[in-house]
């Protein structure tokens, strides 16, 4: 005896059917548009501010303490050479 099986198309995801009526996939599908919007929203925002910045329209942001990566080096270093004068 052979059971046939119905295919359903799928337009949620990239597999393109499914043996059920439902994408089995669709909560991941639309959590990753909804990811995807948010990234493209964030990277619009930025390109606005930094527009408005550069127009002067905008305050510029404020300079972080540590800028430099490996700040950590020339303090090491300084200590280093302060510890070796005073011994």
Not at 32 to 39: E, K, N, Q, R, V
């Amino acid at each position: 005896m052979v059971v046939s099986q119905q295919r359903y198309i799928c337009t949620n995801c990239s597999f393109g059917w499914h043996y059920t009526p439902y994408c089995p996939s669709a909560g991941a599908a639309s959590l990753g548009s909804s990811l995807m919007a948010l990234s493209d929203a964030k990277y619009r925002t930025r390109q606005i501010e930094k527009k408005m910045v550069e127009d002067g329209l905008w305050p510029a942001p404020a300079v972080k303490r540590f800028r430099f990566r490996w700040w950590w080096i020339p303090l090491v270093l300084t200590v280093w050479i302060a510890l070796i004068i005073l011994i």
